[in-house]
């Protein structure tokens, strides 16, 4: 079984930054892709940003330019930096790891952006 373990959400002002990461206990060498999603109240779950296993990275119209996804290979991590944060941001963030395999999921951390 694969652990994911989300860190670094919270309640922010409008226009400010937070990071998000997400830990995976089992090495991401062999990945499709891994991302992060987020679930506001009363709304489906959307995907944020996703990278590849190739470095390519795809993301949603409304955090482009503001949002940015990473990984680290040696950490086993992917992590979402979030600029110029808007209420609308508002929602939990979910991180994605999918293998060739199998998909696993995060427990989620809320990001709130409110004044």
């Known amino acids: 079984q694969v652990q994911l373990v989300e860190s670094g959400g919270g309640l922010v002002q409008p226009g400010g930054s937070l990071r998000l990461s997400c830990a995976v206990s089992?090495?991401?060498?062999?990945?499709?892709?891994m991302g992060w999603y987020r679930q506001a109240p009363g709304k489906q779950r959307e995907l944020v940003a996703v990278?590849?296993?190739?470095?390519?990275?795809t993301y949603a119209d409304s955090v482009k330019g503001r949002f940015t996804i990473s990984r680290d290979n040696a950490k086993k991590t992917v992590s979402l930096q979030m600029n110029s944060l808007k209420p609308e941001d508002t929602a939990v963030y979910y991180c994605?790891?999918?293998?060739?395999?199998?998909?696993?999921w995060g427990q989620g951390t809320q990001v709130t952006v409110s004044s």
């Open positions: 994605n790891v999918m293998y060739p395999e199998h998909s696993y």
């Open positions: 089992r090495s991401i060498l062999s990945i499709t892709a």
């Open positions: 990278i590849s296993r190739s470095g390519s990275t």
